[in-house]
């Protein structure tokens, strides 16, 4: 497929896309008797109220715990999580020193070794 008839398809989908929005979102008449329960409802003395639900005391307590013990043992794993990355930090640093220091000594006693026979003399 090249250029020009993939620009044209999306031509084409945009157009279609215009349309079914322009034909939703036309004008439509309400139902007969629609703004007079509006206004009926806006005049009434009596709010509707929302229908409120309360939970004993016994169930809130049991949820209040629940939510602290939840709490408490995310703290306790996020806290061993950490521990746990920081001792694999430090035993990675631990063997990186160790390598670096078996290379240092390696490329001293190869320096010495090359001044020995190069009858350099080495003070100690």
Avoid: C, Y
Wanted: hydrophobic share 45%; proline share 4%; no cysteine.
């Amino acid at each position: 497929m090249n250029q020009p008839e993939e620009l044209n398809q999306s031509e084409e989908s945009l157009q279609e896309l215009e349309e079914n929005l322009t034909k939703a979102l036309r004008h439509v008449a309400p139902a007969d008797g629609f703004i007079d329960r509006v206004l009926a409802r806006a005049q009434s003395p009596v709010p509707v109220r929302a229908k409120v639900l309360w939970m004993t005391s016994r169930p809130r307590l049991w949820a209040s715990g629940a939510i602290a013990a939840t709490l408490i043992a995310g703290v306790l794993i996020a806290e061993q999580t950490h521990i746990r990355h920081q001792r694999q930090a430090t035993e990675l640093a631990q063997h990186q020193f160790d390598v670096a220091l078996a290379i240092t000594g390696q490329a001293l006693v190869d320096t010495r070794q090359q001044l020995k026979e190069a009858d350099v003399e080495i003070d100690k």
